[in-house]
Every structure is written in C-alpha cells, then in structure tokens.
C-alpha cells in the first residue's frame, strides 16, 4: 500500500530552520515526483516545491532561496529544508506523490498528484 507520513514540524521564531521530512513506503521514487504543499488557514493550498523523479527541482517564488528540496533514494525520503522562515510561512505542510515518467521535470499543481500525506503543521511565531 502506498503511503506518504510527514514529520518535522513544529514552532519556530522568524528567521529559525525547520527540515521537513516525507517517508514514502510502497513504491520507489525512481517512478514518482514529490511536491511539498501548504494550506494556512483559510487559504487555498499551494505549490511549494518539488522534486522530479530524475531529481530535477522547482520552487514557488515565496520560498526561492530559501527552501531546499532533496531526496535519498535509499532511504525513499523527500526532505524540505526551510530557512529565514517567516510568518506568512505558517501552514500545515502536505507532501504528495505523482506517477510519472516524466524525469526532467516536476509540476506544482495539487490536482495533478494522486497520494497524500497527512500533514505536519509548521508555525512561524515570536
């Protein structure tokens, strides 16, 4: 069975680093592109960023510089690596898989992705 678990969320000050993490069981991410998503409250959800399944990235212009995606293939984990986070950062963050064969590339539009993790909640706070 396909599955998708976040972790690593939590409170941090403006300006702090959190990692998230996507543990993925049931397939292999030589096959799928991962996006990460938020959702802050009553707004919709967004593209964050994601990662090809030839490793190829793409950002969302609020995070450009400063958040990072990566991926070890051997442990089948996706990471986002947030810095200089920011208020506006506050979201319940969402990672999410898409079938693909394409490599090169990775979309960040939620509907196009078919597996989704539960959530981990992200707040930017003094």
């Known amino acids: 069975q396909l599955q998708l678990v976040e972790s690593g969320g939590g409170l941090v000050r403006p300006g702090g680093s959190l990692r998230l993490s996507c543990a993925a069981s049931g397939f292999t991410l030589d096959y799928y592109a991962i996006g990460w998503f938020r959702q802050a409250p009553g707004k919709e959800r967004e593209g964050v960023s994601c990662i090809s399944s030839g490793g190829s990235t793409n950002y969302a212009d609020s995070v450009k510089g400063r958040f990072t995606i990566s991926r070890d293939t051997a442990e089948n984990t996706v990471y986002l690596q947030m810095n200089s986070l920011k208020p506006e950062d506050t979201a319940v963050y969402y990672c999410?898989?898409?079938?693909?064969?394409?490599?090169?590339?990775?979309?960040?539009?939620?509907?196009?992705?078919?597996?989704w993790g539960q959530g981990t909640q992200v707040t930017v706070s003094s």
């Open positions: 999410a898989a898409l079938f693909t064969t394409i490599q090169a590339m990775c979309v960040m539009t939620s509907f196009e992705y078919d597996y």
